[in-house]
């Protein structure tokens, strides 16, 4: 497989041709590649990218890939040595362009910045195509304003994983607060939620709503249900004893929901249990999607 390397630390190539003239290769070096015109497929491993005018692919070292063009195209290859990049971005914007899970940058950019992107390249394949005095360092200049724009958009995107990851993690830790503390309603209200997991009491329902389904009522109203099955099932506490457990308003609140939810009242199902064990499973489980039903 062929391996091209960069003995400068950068070189800008603008390339006009129906027909990619190499085979899958590899190369040492850090690459950008901007079409601006035509169409065709990115290919690495067993990755395809369709791309048309605008699209942006940066390539790490080492990584094997082609194109496939449809017809004429106008590309321009910006190569990059590893001491470029390090000069030219932070250690975090290098890191978040290297973690981008494809070299296609095109689904990252947004549409302002894409035509930003256009711009610079416009300019950066002009200067490049008739050289002149200081087209060196009008280029680098170009060159950083375009790595500094996928950069942003790279970032970006790692910050919405981030942040996507933290709110599932916020979204475990609270299930796990409900399930502990269902003896007490003022710590289940969205206000006090809101207060303990930094959110706005008014997002905590939407916020609970993308990330279960269901409301946040509803999932502690199913909480109690099930916890009430537990300690009829396995404690020997009384029902005012299991109503001030599970954050009931009173012990007929606490029949009235669990009768709905189960079609049992709590004594009916304690007194089942012990006469079959597993025909108060059956209607339990029963139970419980009713209550996922309401």
Known sequence: ????????????????????????????????????????????????C?????????VRPYTNHTYRLDGMCDIIY?????????????????????ACPSPDMSALVSPADARRLALVMECLGSECTAPSYGTQRIASCLIDSVLAICARSARQVAGEALRQADSESKMMAMLQFIRLHLDNPDMLRAASLGSRFNLAASYIGKFFKAHTGESLS???????????????????????EITLKTGFT????????????TGL?????RRRLYASPSAVGVAGARGGGSAGQR
Not at 87 to 97: C, G, H, T, V
Not at 218 to 237: G, I, K, N
């Open 265 to 269: 009242t709590p004594m009916e199902y």
């Open 50 to 58: 369709n791309f048309g005018r605008g699209s942006v692919f940066f």
């Open 78 to 98: 910006v190569q990059l040595s590893d001491q470029y990049i390090v000069r030219a971005l932070s250690a975090a914007e290098k890191e978040s362009l290297e």
């Open 1 to 48: 497989m062929k391996q091209e390397n960069l003995f400068m630390p950068f070189e800008v190539r603008v390339r006009h041709y129906d027909r990619f003239p190499t085979a899958e290769h590899q190369h040492s070096f850090f690459e950008l590649c901007y079409i601006a015109s035509g169409s065709g497929e990115f290919v690495s491993g067993r990755r395809r």
């Open 218 to 240: 509803r999932y502690v109203a199913q909480c109690r249900v099930r916890a009430v099955e537990e300690l009829l099932a396995h404690t020997d506490l009384r029902v005012g």
């Open 250 to 261: 009173d012990d007929s609140h606490l029949t009235h929901t669990f009768k709905r939810a």
